[in-house]
């Protein structure tokens, strides 16, 4: 099993930057990609990006790239989500997901773990 906790999310207005963590433990050797997806109330939770977590390699949505990076760092088995240019549409719970296999893995159904999650709010 693998654990995963996000952190960092609040309240913003539109334009700020924040900086999102996701710590992961337990068996975290069998990771081989990690990602973010996040939930809009009342819709679909949708992927957001996603990083190879041995080869670094990165996939972003399009209604974010440009404006977010995806990260980690293996030896503190963390993975950060910098966002900038917050928009008042980036408002959402944003989870942290975490799946065994390689790939570009842009589907829920393709993860194995998740986080609880952690609320963004973008006033405008």
């Known amino acids: 099993q693998v654990q995963l906790v996000e952190s960092g999310g609040g309240l913003v207005q539109a334009g700020d930057s924040l900086r999102l963590s996701c710590a992961a433990s337990g068996r975290t050797f069998s990771t081989a990609t990690m990602a973010w997806f996040r939930q809009i109330s009342g819709k679909e939770r949708e992927f957001v990006a996603r990083?190879?977590?041995?080869?670094?390699?990165?996939y972003y949505a399009d209604s974010v790239k440009g404006r977010f990076t995806i990260s980690g760092d293996g030896a503190k088995n963390t993975m950060y989500l910098q966002m900038n240019i917050l928009k008042p549409e980036d408002t959402a719970v944003y989870y942290c997901?975490?799946?065994?296999?390689?790939?570009?893995?842009?589907?829920?159904?393709?993860?194995?773990?998740w986080g609880q999650g952690t609320k963004v709010t973008v006033s405008s």
């Open positions: 997901a975490a799946s065994r296999t390689i790939g570009v893995r842009t589907m829920r159904n393709q993860y194995d773990y």
């Open positions: 990083i190879g977590w041995v080869d670094g390699n990165t």
